[in-house]
Structures are given as structure tokens and as C-alpha cells.
């Protein structure tokens, strides 16, 4: 009896859907000026926005991080308990570039009053955030506009 329970348990299995991988769920693509192609994790939720690259050790090559706000505003980002240096760019509804903070640094501080607080400076709806110095490797200006 147990072996069929375990092979009717196998056959079902087998006849779902392939489970997407989280990369799958949430990626989509960024094309910049230059043409060149970024896939991002796409974050909408606030719990997911708040997070977003904590505790995370690397950003892989050629990857990035959007976060996609319900409305345009003077949005401000830290990296507490981030680990890894970000270029963090502000767009505009229109997905044009209105800031950039390249090589943010991982705060260090204990607790997260210690961080400083970057961007804010112009209205934005998107904040897309990639390796530290890829901002200045790809060319990326205030003024260009993005696609995706």
C-alpha cells in the first residue's frame, strides 16, 4: 500500500505545471540608450519594496532591481543591511532619468538610524537599482530615457 500511495503521489506530480523560479516570476526587461539589456526583479509591494536588496550578498551580472511606485514622489532609499554597492536611479513617469546616486555604499551602521538617506531630490515613479559603476559603464545621464 505504500508503494502505490508513494508512485500515485510521483505520477500526480509529474502531471502539474513546472514551477516557475522566482527569477521567472518577477523578471522583466530594461533596455537602456545604449541598448544594452538589463533583467530586473520587479518590486510593487511594499514589503518587497522595503526589503528590496537586503541581506543579499551579490547582484548578479547583468541584473538589477526596479521598484515600481503607485505614484510619482520625492522618493528616498538607504541601504541598511544592504551588502553590496548600488547605483540607484531615480526615473520619471515617463522612465527618463531625473537622479542618479552611483556607487552607493552598504551602510555600516548598526541599526538603521545610522544610515544616510539618498535621492529625494526630484519626483520619480521608478527607482532602478544595479551593480555599483554600471551607471557610469553604460553612460547613463539624467535626461535619457529607458524602455520597459
Known sequence: ???????????????????????????????????QQIQVETMMKQKDMMSGMQYRDVMPPGRGMLFVHARAGRYTYWTHLVRVPLDIIWLDREKRIVEISPDTPPCTAKDAVGCPMYGGHAVARFVLELNG?????YGLKVGQQLSF
Open 1 to 35: 500500500m505504500k508503494w502505490f500511495v508513494l508512485a500515485l503521489c510521483l505520477l500526480l506530480a509529474a502531471c502539474g505545471a513546472k514551477p516557475e523560479s522566482l527569477d521567472d516570476v518577477s523578471a522583466q526587461r530594461v533596455i537602456l540608450p545604449s541598448g
Open 133 to 137: 559603476g554600471l551607471a557610469e559603464r
